[in-house]
């Protein structure tokens, strides 16, 4: 049962410091909704005014208390703003800039940090996920190198669909494609289909599949040239996905093939169909075990490529959106008002193929 409440502390009391709301996931399904401090801005910062978060999977996790994360949590890290107070000077950055954001803190000196690959970090904090809270509050603190101006033809709402395009845009140049060649896309949801749109914006010519009728339809609006229907209950490729793989590729499969479920058979799959000497970039990510034969990457010669984040391409994510705005578009299917911000997560529990994402429209206190 969802609860949502309303807190009011002693500093919402006319007269005395500045106050804003913020939703914060005390418990299991349980959003209170508190009047907290206006937070100061300190060095390297800048007062951040939210306007939109868009929730994923990381977010229904949490809200669920399913998730690695202690609650209470403000949760949210897909999310935009305007620049409300900028102390410092900073290069490309003015006050009433909107502005998306790249929620990883990374800590700057482990292994993956010294090779320039933050978006892997071991000791890693991500705004609204881990020990930070994020963005389902009215004003932020933010460091300015965290933030990407956005172009004006980006509105709120797309704007915050930043940070997963730049995830999906890490997991394609992670998986070096070479215009001309043909990639499979396993997975049409929001990451399946940014992938798809960023490859085909690269010349990459793509198929995409997934288990939903209506998904496959959308991929082929991201720019897939066409589409398999998968059966979870039988085993992928059936013959006539066999007929069409063989055709399109002359015989060799896909050479680049991206798993953005996180399904262990989805990764199978990846690697069952994959071209030999090809690619396989794993982009989803669950908990649960996957199994195959120690044959089938020395044999095929396959590279196996783990991707996670993006190593800062909010800016460039921003760039791909504002070109392809019609997508973009066609990503968010719900939005919600800050003040039914449980109701979002209900509806984004229901799992049905016509829930893309959802888009929280935060109306921001005045700084």
């Known amino acids: 049962m969802t609860a949502e409440t309303t807190t009011r502390t002693a500093s919402s009391v006319p007269g005395s410091r500045r106050t804003m709301r913020a939703a914060c996931t005390v418990s299991k399904e349980t959003i209170r909704y508190e009047e907290r401090p206006v937070p100061v801005p300190g060095p390297g910062q800048a007062l951040l005014r939210i306007e939109t978060v868009t ?8 809200w669920e208390d399913d998730y690695a994360t202690e609650l209470p949590m403000v949760q949210g890290h897909e999310f935009c703003g305007v620049i409300e107070e900028l102390p410092e000077p900073h290069p490309g950055l003015a006050v009433g800039d909107r502005v998306a954001v790249s929620p990883i803190l990374a800590c700057g000196s482990c292994h993956a940090c010294s090779i320039g690959r933050a978006n892997a970090c071991d000791q890693m904090s991500v705004y609204g996920c881990y020990d930070v809270e994020g963005a389902l509050t009215e004003l932020m603190a933010v460091p300015v190198t965290k933030l990407f101006p956005v172009p004006e033809a980006l509105p709120a709402h797309l704007a915050s669909l930043c940070e997963p395009a730049s995830i999906a845009m890490q997991a394609v140049n992670r998986g070096r494609p070479v215009a001309g060649e043909k990639a499979l896309v396993l997975g049409s949801g929001p990451i399946g289909l940014l992938c798809t749109l960023y490859l085909t914006s690269l010349g990459v010519e793509v198929v995409a599949a997934d288990t939903v009728p209506a998904r496959c339809a959308l991929a082929r609006e991201f720019g897939a040239v066409d589409t398999v229907l998968i059966d979870p209950a039988v085993p992928f490729p059936v013959p006539h996905h066999t007929e069409l793989l063989t055709t399109w590729t002359g015989g060799h499969g896909p050479s ?24 396989v970039v794993a982009v989803g990510i669950s908990d649960r075990e996957v199994t195959f034969s120690m044959r089938t990457l020395p044999v095929k010669d ?7 984040n993006s190593q800062e391409l909010i800016g460039e994510a921003a760039e791909l ?4 705005r019609r997508q973009a578009e066609a990503l968010i299917t ?13 509806t984004m529990r229901s799992a049905t193929g016509t ?6 429209d935060v109306p921001g206190a005045a700084a």
């Open 302 to 308: 396959i590279d196996l490529i783990g991707s996670r």
């Open 55 to 62: 929730l994923c999977g990381t977010d229904l996790h949490i």
């Open 334 to 346: 719900h939005r919600f008002p800050f003040d039914r911000v449980a109701e979002a997560f209900e």
């Open 256 to 279: 680049l093939v991206f798993e953005a479920t996180g399904a262990p058979a989805s990764l199978n799959n990846a690697l069952r169909t994959v071209a030999t000497a090809g690619r």
């Open 321 to 324: 959106l504002a070109r392809h």
């Open 355 to 360: 829930v893309g994402k959802i888009a929280v």
